[in-house]
């Protein structure tokens, strides 16, 4: 049985060079600067046809091979496009080891580098290059293999043809392209829509992150594809919330898509106005051959389609066959293969399937050892081979998403080095990788490797079921330090932000997690715990015994922990918020002057509520979090106030009800002791109202960075400058007066481009500069923000990693508790400084480890007693936390 689709006319050129002047001044190109070298905004046909020909005439000679490292930037885009116009032979390839491999492997003649560098090698070609001979793709995405295939001008039109027929691509379309274009799946889309003059967004955000819907919005993007890992990301990130409008459709190929996820997107679809095209395709069809329309999506969703147009697809003994213009030439495996002509007339996938009676393809499995990481194909035998050949005793295995290498045990000293090997070998990301150690391997009845057995030794059974060969752990390392710090019931699904977790436990938390996994993943705090788990290396639980992570760590344990390396990532924020505190207590103590740090903390909390409290997509729960953490700032600031006051008489009636901001005199003295505190009760609370609304959370979904923006600049000149008069003090200190602040940290949160990050630090300047006028006061406070903003991430040295954690874990009860120590120490700076942030730590140590134990028990024994529905909730509002 055959499926065939409607004729399709051939096309000799290729539409994406010779048209591309033809299209003006339309945009071509969005990029996002989310990428080293992209920071350029819209790039016009024009523009973009001015730079394709300028590099096309420095590459202007005899005919050569052209290799092409490849980024989802304009220069690669503008250096693939030159060597197509010059009439080379492109040879499109990751950069970095793959392409090194490759490079040495089938020596280019011109290389051009991600940055649009160009190194002529030679002016005359080394190989002999078949006419037809247009590009030449790895069988396995970015893995550098030296397997290649050769695809010829006619075969990369004919498919462009065939996806822009099956797809009715539009020249106002805008595809958000966050596949990489040296990926068959992502230079089809390139191709497509370049064709028809259509743009395209590059970046590299995540589809979970804000910022990406952001830029989509921005560009008018209408389209997106993805691999089914971007739509199990989709699903995590709230994406059926998310308001869309010119959304028109959206492509999923890359490998198999569960069928209930193919219906629940097709269903989204129609609800929302958008199409689900579910595809099929390999690199050696060009990209794409078969697409399910979407009508069909929801009723067959555990089939890829019907060919594209001008193709036909069969079943010969249980394989897909492949017939069609988009057919590769063949197979180069060493340079000489280059010049061959045609060998192939038809491609046998390798993949096992059927064809149903309404003649769509359904793709039942695989007949080689092959599996797709982030829609790169991986063949394990190949892969198994290459590292037998550098002397590793090895098998590989896998599933879609992850390669396994098991090596005997005795070869445990050299498994870092193997994972090294094997990652470089592969071309997959660190944490798609694991190494497992076996005493023997595994083996069939047949004598053959038991490759399940090895895959079940590095994906272990479900707690419960975990058999002694799990790595010494229950497997769930990232869920027990979530559930021990954050004292909830931690769930696969769960994040740090659906956990509750805020900017007074996200300290702990992400020092924690970075000792675990050995580096901190960009927005971990809203990855699922099972996507975290995978990140972790195989040999960790081992290394720490039975209990791994489980058990409480100690001072010393850490300590020892962290000065195995010199450096440590930490996020930017952390380290700030602990220099802050100490900066703070010191100039209180007299034991030096460096005032501005309670501003800059200020920002800090506004940027870190923006992150975790507001992370939630629904707007009830992200009200009930902010109130929640205003909560867990009130009670413990009222115990050190409350006490002071009926114990010593210290401070007035008005500060037990923190509220000097509206009674206090307009002077200093003791009872604004406690503004900071007040300016965030204050700054929380008008941002729970805010988010309250639906009005303005519907805002939010559409101007994630002008909401935030709108707010703090009507707050900076409603309350900052002194142009209406105010019914309270008008004090430096008093909670409307900086309540900018703390917004200009929820807009900072939402920077998502470079033009917005040049606008942030604009406002932070002039807003922040003429705080106090004191150029030493107000530059410190600048300094500190625009820290965080142009470098979020730094790297500390390890040995102040355990100090640094402590401090900022610790700031707020440092910060409400050391007047005291001060009243009692006071004219003697030293000690004061020293005893005002040993208090500080004290309480912060009581009140996180025994009142929190003390209220966990209270809440445990009462719950039968509880409503589940309201008191629930209240409970976990008001748990103290970290």
Not at 289 to 302: K, Q, S, Y
Not at 771 to 787: E, H, K, Q, W
Request: proline residues 6%.
């Amino acid at each position: 049985m055959t499926a065939s689709a409607v004729p399709l006319a051939p096309s000799p050129t290729l539409p994406w060079v010779s048209r591309l002047a033809g299209h003006g001044t339309r945009p071509a190109l969005h990029t996002s600067g989310a990428t080293e070298g992209t920071a350029e905004g819209t790039v016009t046909y024009a523009d973009l046809a001015r730079r394709v020909d300028d590099l096309a005439e420095r590459l202007d000679g005899p005919r050569r091979l052209v290799q092409v490292e490849g980024r989802s930037t304009v220069d690669t885009v503008a250096g693939y496009l030159a060597a197509q116009a010059a009439g080379h032979v492109v040879l499109l390839v990751a950069p970095g080891d793959p392409a090194a491999r490759l490079r040495e492997a089938y020596r280019p003649d011109v290389v051009l580098d991600p940055a649009g560098g160009v190194e002529i090698v030679r002016q005359r070609s080394a190989h002999e290059l078949h006419p037809d001979l247009a590009l030449l793709l790895s069988t396995s995405g970015s893995t550098g293999s030296a397997k290649l295939v050769r695809l010829s001008a006619d075969n990369l039109a004919a498919n462009a043809a065939q996806i822009t027929s099956a797809l009715a691509v539009r020249p106002d379309d805008c595809a958000a392209l966050t596949l990489p274009i040296t990926y068959c799946y992502g230079l089809s889309v390139l191709h497509t829509h370049l064709a028809v003059g259509a743009s395209l967004l590059l970046t590299d955000l995540s589809v979970v992150d804000d910022c990406f819907w952001q830029l989509f919005r921005a560009a008018g993007a209408t389209t997106f594809p993805g691999v089914p890992h971007t739509f199990e990301l989709l699903e995590r990130s709230g994406f059926a919330d998310r308001d869309l409008p010119g959304l028109r459709y959206v492509t999923q190929a890359g490998g198999r898509m569960e069928p209930e996820r193919v219906r629940r997107f097709a269903q989204l679809g129609r609800e929302r106005g958008w199409d689900l095209f579910v595809m099929y395709g390999q690199s050696e069809a060009t990209a794409r051959m078969t697409c399910l329309p979407p009508d069909l999506a929801a009723e067959h969703p555990d089939t890829v389609g019907l060919p594209v147009p001008g193709a036909t697809v069969g079943v010969v003994d249980g394989e897909i066959v492949f017939r069609g213009p988009n057919v590769m030439l063949g197979y180069a495996e060493e340079p000489a293969d280059l010049a061959r002509g045609r060998t192939v007339d038809e491609l046998r996938t390798g993949d096992l399937g059927e064809l149903t009676g309404e003649g769509l393809v359904r793709v039942l499995g695989r007949r080689a050892r092959f599996v797709k990481v982030l829609g790169h194909r991986i063949d394990l035998d190949a892969l198994e081979s290459r590292l037998r050949s550098e002397g590793h005793d090895v098998r590989t295995t896998g599933r879609d998403g992850l390669v396994v290498v098991a090596c005997d045990v005795a070869a445990a000293p050299a498994r870092e080095s193997l994972r090294r090997t094997a990652i470089r070998a592969s071309g997959v990301p660190r944490e798609s990788l694991r190494v497992v150690l076996v005493g023997d391997q595994p083996l069939l009845a047949s004598g053959k490797p038991d490759y399940p057995a090895l895959l079940a030794l590095a994906c272990p059974a479900p707690a419960g079921e975990a058999s002694a060969l799990s790595e010494g752990t229950d497997g769930r390392a990232v869920a027990n330090l979530y559930g021990r710090l954050l004292q909830r019931d931690v769930g696969d699904e769960a994040t740090f932000v659906s956990l509750g977790g805020d900017s007074l436990s996200y300290v702990e938390v992400s020092i924690r997690l970075e000792e675990l996994l050995g580096h901190l993943p960009p927005n971990w705090h809203v990855t699922p715990v099972r996507d975290l788990e995978l990140l972790r290396p195989a040999d960790r639980g081992r290394r720490r015994g039975p209990a791994g992570l489980a058990a409480r760590t100690t001072w010393r344990t850490r300590w020892r922990t962290t000065r195995r390396t010199t450096w440590r990532t930490m996020e930017t924020s952390v380290w700030l918020r602990a220099l802050a505190i100490v900066l703070i207590v010191g100039t209180h103590a007299d034991v030096f002057s460096l005032q501005g740090t309670a501003n800059a903390l200020l920002v800090i909390a506004g940027y870190q509520v923006a992150r975790f409290q507001l992370a939630d997509p629904g707007r009830r729960a992200r009200a009930r979090r902010v109130v929640g953490a205003a909560v867990r700032i009130a009670v413990p600031s009222l115990v050190v106030i409350v006490g002071a006051h009926l114990l010593g008489g210290y401070y007035e009636t008005r500060n037990l009800f923190l509220a000097n901001w509206i009674f206090g005199e307009q002077h200093l003295g003791p009872p604004w002791r406690f503004w900071f505190v007040e300016a965030m009760i204050v700054a929380l609370v008008v941002v729970a109202a805010v988010n309250a609304s639906s009005r303005v959370a519907d805002l939010d979904r559409r101007h994630p960075f002008g909401l935030p923006l709108a707010l703090t600049v009507a707050a900076f000149v409603l309350f900052r400058l002194p142009i209406l008069p105010l019914p309270i003090p008008r004090m430096q200190g008093s909670a409307p007066v900086v309540l900018y602040l703390f917004l200009l940290g929820w807009a900072l949160a939402r920077v998502a481009t470079p033009a917005q990050k040049r606008l942030m630090t604009v406002l932070v300047i002039a807003m922040i500069g003429t705080f106090s006028f004191n150029p030493a006061r107000d530059g410190l406070t600048i300094a500190f923000v625009l820290l965080m903003l142009w470098r979020p991430v730094t790297r500390v040295p390890a040995v102040l990693v355990p100090i640094v954690q402590v401090l900022a874990a610790a700031s707020l009860y440092i910060y409400v508790i050391h007047w005291q120590a001060l009243e009692l120490l006071w004219g003697h700076p030293a000690a004061a400084f020293a005893g005002s942030l040993a208090l500080g730590l004290a309480y912060w140590w009581v009140w996180t480890r025994l009142v929190a134990a003390a209220w966990g028990g209270i809440e445990q024994r009462s719950s039968s007693l509880m409503s589940p529905r309201v008191p629930r909730r209240w409970s976990r509002a008001h748990r103290p936390a970290n």
